[in-house]
Nanobody, 122 residues
Framework: QVHVSESGGGLVQAGGSLKLSCAAS????????VGWFRQAPGKEREFVAS????????YYADTVKGRFTISRDSANNAVPLQMNSLKPEDSGVYYC???????????????WGQGTQVTVSS
């Protein structure tokens, strides 16, 4: 079992950047795949990006491909999500989750954080 938590959310203007981080205190976090999801008000939670436990495989939603980068920070036992060229439609609560595979499906993930708010103003 791992306890994941997100940080780094905030308010940014369109075109700006934010870097989110997903971290856990348990060393076993490094052996899990990690996914980032987001949920805007009135909408369903949607997949953003995911990474394998080795870091060799990454996957992105078409809407963020080329703008967002997911990676593994082994030194800090964390999975950052670098978000560039942000758009108002990127606003929402961003969640990270740990699971057995870097799937686009939320059901694959067993451990979820509480989320961090990202607001992009136009």
């Amino acid at each position: 079992q791992v306890h994941v938590s997100e940080s780094g959310g905030g308010l940014v203007q369109a075109g700006g950047s934010l870097k989110l981080s997903c971290a856990a205190s348990e060393p076993t976090f490094s052996s899990y795949a990690v996914g980032w999801f987001r949920q805007a008000p009135g909408k369903e939670r949607e997949f953003v990006a995911s990474i394998s436990w080795t870091g060799d495989y990454t996957y992105y939603a078409d809407t963020v491909k080329g703008r967002f980068t997911i990676s593994r920070d082994s030194a800090n036992n964390a999975v950052p999500l670098q978000m560039n060229s942000l758009k108002p439609e990127d606003s929402g609560v961003y969640y990270c989750a740990a699971g057995s595979a870097p799937s686009r499906a939320s059901l694959v993930y067993d451990y979820w954080g509480q989320g961090t708010q990202v607001t992009v103003s136009s």
